[in-house]
């Protein structure tokens, strides 16, 4: 059994379009090959998301991670790693106007550059952050990266030879340029539970029988990934009986420590995104809510059909289509986006708290108010309004805790939130006890003095009877 | 003269029922009239149509000069003149539970007759010292008693100074006590000249201190 990210696509793994539900991909041929030699009848697949698949193997949900793993010291400190079966370059994509003057990383300076979170290619560019300058983004998929390049959101990718390739492609041979000279060199290696290391071995001599018998070779020529570069490594590995080939050349072992400013800054970008989705959500939501209670029959009509839509869609969806279904219209800087989606999402809910609110106050109040001679905007504003406050505060503190959390939804437009730079520092260090530690406490710690401050509003504005 | 307030043939109905057929009365200035009669009878209904808080179906109500007409209650921007001149205070007091004593008196003398907020609370303090509250000036509602909550609604109905002034079932929640001192009140009340129409089904206390008592 298997696991591999179909999502990831081709030429790694992928949904067969003949039969979409069987896999096709080098990947898939590598782990059929490698199920053969070690006597297995069929290899089965397990779909897993890419950057989980470390964690996927060591709790057992499959034998063998493969689906473009990279090798690193951290993966083969934490893991049973096999032998390299493929030699990939990081490339750099830029525009066909930048080509001529972008070369390498260090032409970067003040760039933002993207590319896949999690990976080689992403360590690289957080190094490099800090001797060029770039600005280095994370995204989910290695699709969105090279869309925002064409779409002038980014000016550089780093990523695999292979993907750059694949996204050239698609993109018709055109619309941006990659650099002949490779920024670093990786290997893909499938990875086993710490465990495993026997079979490890096994599946390391099939390795070594497939690139010996031309089989391994035969697969990437089929996948059109084959170059004289995969001949070379084949021979290297070849001679060399056991043991690390050669693990990519990132930056050293990646300590704690190093991680928790990067962790202070996401927890300001969360603490950050949070509020002002919040102040949005609070203004759009007044004056639904206001539209609601108040407004002319259409108005009404019209206000219940955005709650009622926008509540019932998911907010992951929402996000896609401000930032990528938007694009055509209105290029939207990702955390404005992630302001707008969250805050136009959470004002949905905030509406019907303050409708309810309003709704709340006893009708008496108001009568009591308009036989002292207010007009309706001043009993709003001096009456129903701030009543309607002492209803609405403890379900709106409740809705910003909720919303302090969703904004982790936010990471998949590449605003790198506390979530994900716990993700970004798991996946390097190889486990999730103490970066998530970590992360949850800072969680806590942004949401319990908000409960605390709440309760001690809700004691002074204690509602009388 | 003419009445301080002329209902005329007043007739209210709910889904075809008559809640109130064809009253008519006046209120003179200087005078204390009671509405009698069982609870149900539309005595409530008469104050809030009174005071247009709610629509009725014949008739004709005019508080000295001013002249609602059967229909739909007109927007309140049209009723500006009628809420100079009438003050309501509720049954169960319908106090603004997020403001203290001294503030409810305060807002209408702030937001409608615009004076300062020193001004405001000049007036709103003597209000509710002559009412015997002055002491309670800070008390949020919830912390009054059922007759202070009461003298504190009446001082906010008298912050604008209207002549006419509407109170329905006030001895409801009152003891003996408290009766009399509410029956002092109104006296003085109407010594300075304005019109009293008190809604009760309290016999006692409509004889014992009501100039006239009309019976629904």
């Known amino acids: ?465 | 003269m003419s009445a301080l307030l002329a209902i005329d043939r007043l007739t209210v109905r709910y889904d075809s029922r008559d809640v109130l057929r064809g009253l008519s009365l006046e209120v003179a200035r200087g005078e204390i009239v009671a509405l009698m009669g069982p609870s149900g009878v539309g005595k409530s209904t008469a104050l809030r149509a009174v005071a247009a808080l709610q629509p009725f179906d014949e008739g004709r109500i005019v508080v000295d000069g001013f002249a609602l007409a059967p229909g739909p209650v007109p927007p309140e921007s049209g009723l500006v003149p009628l809420r100079r001149r009438v003050g309501l205070v509720f049954q169960a007091h319908a106090l603004f539970s997020h403001l203290c004593a001294l503030d409810n008196v305060t807002l209408a003398l702030r937001h409608v007759l615009g004076q300062s907020r020193s001004e405001a609370e000049e007036v709103a303090a003597k209000l509710l010292a002559s009412l015997d509250v002055g002491t309670r000036a800070a008390a949020w509602p919830s912390q009054l008693s059922g007759g202070e909550a009461q003298r504190v609604a009446i001082a906010r109905a008298l912050a604008p100074n209207p002549p006419l002034l509407l109170m329905d079932e006030p001895t409801a929640a009152l003891d003996p006590a408290r009766r009399s001192a509410l029956g002092a009140t109104l006296h003085q009340l109407s010594k300075e000249g304005r019109g009293l129409l008190i809604a009760t089904h309290d016999t006692e206390f409509a004889r014992g201190h009501a100039d006239r008592v009309v019976t629904l």
Request: charged share 20%.
């Open chain 1, 1 to 465: 059994m298997w696991g591999g990210d179909a999502e990831g696509g081709a030429p790694f793994v992928e949904a067969d379009p003949a039969d979409p539900a069987r896999v096709r991909g080098f990947d898939v041929e590598v782990a059929e090959r490698i199920a053969q030699g070690l006597g297995r009848r069929a290899a089965r697949f397990v779909q897993v998301q890419w950057s989980s698949i470390d964690q996927s193997v060591e709790r057992g949900d499959f034998t063998l991670g493969l689906s473009g793993v990279e090798d690193t010291p951290v993966r083969r400190a934490r893991h049973a790693v096999t032998i390299p079966y493929f030699e990939f370059r990081e490339v750099l994509a830029v525009r066909p106007a930048d080509a001529a003057r972008i070369h390498g990383l260090a032409d970067l300076r003040g760039r933002r550059v993207a590319t896949l979170g999690a990976t080689i290619a992403y360590d690289l560019l957080v190094a490099a952050r800090a001797s060029t300058g770039l600005i280095p983004l994370s995204y989910d998929d290695d699709v969105h990266p090279y869309a925002d390049l064409f779409a002038g959101r980014v000016d550089a990718v780093l990523l695999d030879h292979i993907i750059a390739q694949r996204a050239l492609r698609r993109a018709g041979g055109s619309g941006f340029v990659i650099l002949t000279q490779p920024v670093a060199l990786g290997y893909y290696v499938g990875v086993l539970a710490r465990a495993d290391s026997v079979l490890r071995d096994s599946v390391d001599a099939v390795l070594r029988e497939a690139m010996r018998d031309g089989t391994l070779e035969q697969i990437f020529r089929r996948w059109d990934v084959w170059d004289p570069s995969q001949g070379a490594l084949f021979d290297r590995v070849v001679r060399t009986a056991g043991g690390a080939a050669g693990a990519a050349r990132t930056a050293g072992t990646v300590q704690a420590i190093a991680y928790l400013p990067s962790l202070a800054r996401a927890a300001a970008v969360t603490l950050l995104v949070s509020i002002l989705s919040m102040l949005l959500a609070v203004i759009v939501g007044l004056a639904l809510a206001s539209a609601r209670v108040y407004g002319p029959r259409w108005l009404r009509v019209a206000t219940t059909v955005y709650v009622e839509v926008i509540r019932g869609t998911p907010l992951l969806l929402q996000l896609f289509v401000i930032y990528y279904g938007l694009a055509g219209v209105v290029r939207l800087p990702a955390f404005l986006a992630a302001v707008l989606a969250l805050g136009l999402n959470y004002a949905a809910y905030e509406a019907e708290i303050y409708r309810g609110a309003l709704e709340a106050v006893p009708r008496s109040q108001l009568e009591a108010a308009r036989t002292l001679g207010l007009s309706e905007l001043q009993i709003l504003r001096l009456v129903r309004g701030p009543q309607a406050l002492r209803f609405a505060l403890a379900p709106m503190t409740n809705d910003f805790v909720a919303l302090l959390k969703d904004s982790a939804l936010v990471s998949v437009i590449t605003v790198v939130e506390l979530t994900k730079q716990t993700a970004i520092y798991a996946t390097n260090v190889g486990s999730w006890v103490v970066p998530g530690a970590l992360c949850a406490a800072v969680y806590l710690a942004m949401s319990l003095p908000l409960a605390r401050l709440a309760r001690r509003l809700e004691r002074r504005w204690r509602p009388a009877t």
